[in-house]
């Protein structure tokens, strides 16, 4: 069976236009967490949400350039390895601009999603499905070590939920796990605008200039938005 391990970064931003600043990953028994200089200050919106301050990387190396860059590219991009984060194609696209690609990923996010058949889960962010859940442990949100934490806990709790629906073992709910996390996800519900609560696929036969209108907006975006642009592009048949 393959070797998990699970990571998350934390960065400058949520666009294409941001960089890491912090790595953390739990490998087995090991347990990794390195604050790295980005390039560019850090703007204070994403210093509220992690509180990596610009003084706290004074000094500090980029990680491109530190001791630690080849051990965790290495490490990554083993094929014997799976890399674990929530909400992974963001993570992953950060990790590339960093040359550092990983054989193989499972998103959280994607099979959260997936295992919610009925949409009966307003959000999926990974604070979120940590107290609906009642996962019990000790970890700082956004920190990227505690995110790490709570999301090898979730983690399992996912892959247990898998293999009591597919009556399977570990190895095979991982392989299900990284299937369901190698393409976008179909969301049920929009959560936000004048629509709210109401299911894509309603909003579909109703108001299709408004999904025109959103997959227009998404596409503009400076977020990658890969769920929602599959979703759109999905019910309106492109």
Same mark, same amino acid.
């Given at each position: 069976?393959?070797?998990?391990?699970?990571?998350?970064?934390?960065? $400058?931003?949520?666009?294409?236009?941001?960089?890491?600043?912090?790595? +953390?990953?739990?490998?087995?028994?090991?347990?990794?967490?390195?604050?790295?200089?980005?390039?560019?200050?850090?703007?204070?919106? +994403?210093?509220?949400?992690?509180?990596?301050?610009?003084?706290?990387?004074?000094?500090?190396?980029?990680?491109?350039?530190?001791?630690?860059?080849?051990?965790?590219?290495?490490?990554?991009?083993?094929?014997?390895?799976?890399?674990?984060?929530?909400?992974?194609?963001?993570?992953?696209?950060?990790?590339?601009?960093?040359?550092?690609?990983? +054989?193989?990923?499972?998103?959280?996010?994607?099979?959260?999603?997936?295992?919610?058949?009925?949409?009966?889960?307003?959000?999926?962010?990974?604070?979120?499905?940590?107290?609906?859940?009642?996962?019990?442990?000790?970890?700082?949100?956004?920190?990227?070590?505690?995110?790490?934490?709570?999301?090898?806990?979730?983690?399992?709790?996912?892959? $247990?939920?898998?293999?009591?629906?597919?009556?399977?073992?570990?190895?095979?709910?991982?392989?299900?796990?990284?299937?369901?996390?190698?393409?976008?996800?179909?969301?049920?519900?929009?959560?936000?605008?004048?629509? +709210?609560?109401?299911?894509?696929?309603?909003?579909?036969?109703?108001?299709?200039?408004?999904?025109?209108?959103?997959?227009?907006?998404?596409?503009?975006?400076?977020?990658?938005?890969?769920?929602?642009?599959?979703?759109?592009?999905?019910?309106?048949?492109?």
């Amino acid at each position: 069976m393959k070797n998990i391990i699970f990571f998350d970064t934390e960065t $400058t931003g949520n666009t294409n236009n941001d960089f890491l600043c912090q790595i +953390a990953y739990k490998n087995g028994e090991e347990a990794f967490t390195e604050i790295y200089n980005p390039g560019m200050k850090i703007p204070p919106e +994403a210093s509220a949400v992690h509180h990596i301050s610009n003084r706290m990387i004074e000094g500090k190396e980029k990680f491109s350039e530190s001791k630690d860059y080849q051990k965790i590219k290495e490490l990554f991009e083993n094929p014997e390895n799976v890399v674990v984060a929530h909400n992974a194609p963001f993570d992953l696209m950060i990790m590339k601009k960093e040359n550092i690609n990983p +054989a193989n990923f499972i998103c959280t996010l994607r099979v959260a999603r997936e295992l919610d058949k009925e949409g009966k889960i307003d959000r999926y962010n990974l604070q979120y499905l940590r107290y609906l859940l009642d996962i019990d442990i000790v970890a700082q949100a956004h920190d990227a070590l505690g995110d790490v934490m709570v999301l090898e806990k979730l983690f399992d709790r996912l892959k $247990t939920k898998i293999k009591e629906t597919e009556n399977c073992e570990d190895e095979e709910a991982i392989g299900k796990m990284i299937e369901i996390s190698s393409h976008p996800s179909i969301l049920r519900t929009i959560n936000f605008g004048k629509y +709210a609560g109401k299911k894509v696929e309603d909003i579909a036969s109703i108001d299709r200039g408004y999904l025109e209108w959103l997959l227009n907006e998404k596409l503009k975006g400076e977020a990658p938005d890969e769920d929602w642009i599959y979703t759109l592009k999905h019910h309106l048949g492109k």
